[in-house]
């Protein structure tokens, strides 16, 4: 686990696995902690990180609906949890669904004496609209396609756009059995002018980027999706994410449009 302040009040930790990232933003002596790192002990010494570095944690928000975005109570017991309405409307028709794709990483990857996943009804928000975090708003924007929920998020004051599963160096779009690639364009399409203005964009797995990278890793993933819809088999991965992993998820997209 790493962690990295892109402003005065935003630090970012990653995971080390699958680079996920959760990102601590601040305003007016308190903080929310976005999304979630992943191994048990890294979620046992983010408060302390968190405390050392001034982000008192008043509350929790998720990108989205992936289990591995759904940790923070691991770490902070007694913080609410906001998300966008799309996301609390999965979460009530996906019960204990989380829970079981946590116990299966963990029999996978040998993860032994977790407590078990606590998802106390979440906060439903608004998207569009706003979240308060001291004197300040964090403006929140609709972000589906991926799954068929999700919203970013905007801290204007620092200039970080914190998008959730989109605009990975890391990894390729992935459309999910629930996704959709029209509205992941159409996602993208939101973003652009967020990103166009950010000092940091924060995708939920990979590095931190600049406005300029952030850009440039948009316009190739609309080529690929584009080229996904239009040419299926024939579609070219984006730059640099050609691994096995990810042809494989590339396999899985053109299952899912076909």
């Given at each position: 686990?790493?962690?990295?302040?892109?402003?005065?009040?935003?630090?970012?930790?990653?995971?080390?696995?699958?680079?996920?990232?959760?990102?601590?933003?601040?305003?007016?002596?308190?903080?929310?902690?976005?999304?979630?790192?992943?191994?048990?002990?890294?979620?046992?010494?983010?408060?302390?990180?968190?405390?050392?570095?001034?982000?008192?944690?008043?509350?929790?928000?998720?990108?989205?609906?992936?289990?591995?975005?759904?940790?923070?109570?691991?770490?902070?017991?007694?913080?609410?949890?906001?998300?966008?309405?799309?996301?609390?409307?999965?979460?009530?028709?996906?019960?204990?669904?989380?829970?079981?794709?946590?116990?299966?990483?963990?029999?996978?990857?040998?993860?032994?004496?977790?407590?078990?996943?606590?998802?106390?009804?979440?906060?439903?928000?608004?998207?569009?609209?706003?979240?308060?975090?001291?004197?300040?708003?964090?403006?929140?924007h609709p972000a589906d396609g991926h799954t068929a929920d999700g919203m970013a998020l905007w801290a204007p004051w620092a200039g970080v756009l914190v998008c959730g599963d989109y605009l990975s160096t890391v990894e390729i779009p992935?459309?999910?059995?629930?996704?959709?690639?029209?509205?992941?364009?159409?996602?993208?399409?939101?973003?652009?002018?967020?990103?166009?203005?950010?000092?940091?964009?924060?995708?939920?797995?990979?590095?931190?980027?600049?406005?300029?990278?952030?850009?440039?890793?948009?316009?190739?993933?609309?080529?690929?999706?584009?080229?996904?819809?239009?040419?299926?088999?024939?579609?070219?991965?984006?730059?640099?994410?050609?691994?096995?992993?990810?042809?494989?998820?590339?396999?899985?997209?053109?299952?899912?449009?076909?």
């Amino acid at each position: 686990m790493r962690a990295v302040a892109v402003h005065p009040d935003v630090v970012v930790v990653t995971s080390r696995v699958w680079q996920t990232t959760c990102t601590a933003v601040r305003a007016g002596g308190e903080a929310l902690l976005i999304d979630s790192v992943v191994y048990p002990d890294e979620l046992e010494a983010l408060p302390a990180l968190l405390e050392q570095a001034g982000f008192p944690i008043a509350g929790l928000l998720v990108t989205h609906g992936d289990w591995d975005h759904l940790l923070g109570r691991a770490a902070f017991a007694q913080a609410p949890i906001g998300c966008a309405e799309t996301t609390a409307a999965r979460l009530a028709a996906e019960p204990g669904a989380a829970q079981r794709a946590l116990r299966d990483f963990d029999d996978e990857h040998y993860v032994a004496a977790r407590p078990p996943l606590s998802l106390p009804a979440a906060q439903s928000l608004p998207v569009p609209g706003y979240c308060a975090v001291g004197e300040r708003e964090l403006e929140l924007h609709p972000a589906d396609g991926h799954t068929a929920d999700g919203m970013a998020l905007w801290a204007p004051w620092a200039g970080v756009l914190v998008c959730g599963d989109y605009l990975s160096t890391v990894e390729i779009p992935m459309i999910s059995p629930a996704g959709s690639l029209d509205a992941y364009l159409a996602t993208l399409a939101r973003l652009r002018d967020l990103v166009g203005r950010a000092s940091a964009v924060v995708p939920g797995h990979g590095p931190v980027m600049e406005s300029d990278r952030a850009s440039a890793v948009l316009d190739e993933d609309e080529t690929y999706l584009r080229a996904l819809r239009e040419d299926g088999e024939r579609a070219g991965l984006p730059p640099g994410r050609s691994s096995a992993t990810q042809r494989a998820l590339h396999t899985a997209n053109l299952e899912r449009v076909a």
